[in-house]
């Protein structure tokens, strides 16, 4: 089955591919989230994560953009799954990201904190996440991530076929 695509493409638009990764780490009953832009302005929330640098794995450009983001350094456990979501970023370029979405274990604070001024980790419920992530794609992952810990009963290692270990 292929993944899910979000987004409609719009006429005369070029797409082109973005891979890109995401993680989902819990602290009690809660997810890290990111809040981006100046909260005097505009914010949205999306989940830590995103795109691979050139012969960068998922998993490594996982590990790096999370701290950066974050500031804590993780490890991916399990693939929760794929998706592609079309999105307008930056000055109105288009890119059609594919998300590799992974849960993760927090290991704990990354040396030298976070380091992109414009991204605040915050703690959300899963609820709360899944109405206020910006992208279609993100509330996907926390919907496919809830369900595998359904099935793993309530450990953070996703259960079904998305459980694959990674590394």
Do not use: Y
């Not at 693939?79 to 999105?87: A, N, Y």
């Not at 288009?94 to 290991?107: H, M, Q």
């Not at 450990?155 to 998305?162: E, I, N, V």
């Amino acid at each position: 089955m292929a993944p899910p695509q979000f987004g409609l493409p719009e006429d005369g638009r070029a797409w082109p591919e973005r891979p890109s990764a995401f993680g989902l780490a819990r602290r009690g009953q809660r997810l890290a989230l990111v809040e981006i832009g100046d909260p005097a302005e505009q914010v949205w929330l999306a989940l830590p994560g995103g795109g691979l640098e050139p012969g960068e794995s998922a998993e490594v450009a996982l590990v790096r953009e999370f701290a950066e983001e974050t500031g804590l350094v993780v490890r991916p456990t399990g693939l929760v799954g794929d998706s592609s979501d079309r999105v307008i970023i930056n000055a109105g370029r288009a890119f059609n990201v594919r998300g590799r979405f992974f849960a993760v274990d927090i290991l704990g604070p990354a040396p030298g904190g976070a380091t992109e001024p414009d991204h605040r980790l915050v703690w959300k419920t899963p609820l709360e996440a899944i109405r206020g992530l910006h992208r279609p794609s993100h509330a996907w992952a926390v919907v496919e991530w809830l369900r595998g810990l359904q099935g793993a009963g309530g450990h953070s290692r996703p259960a079904r076929g998305q459980g694959r270990r990674t590394s």
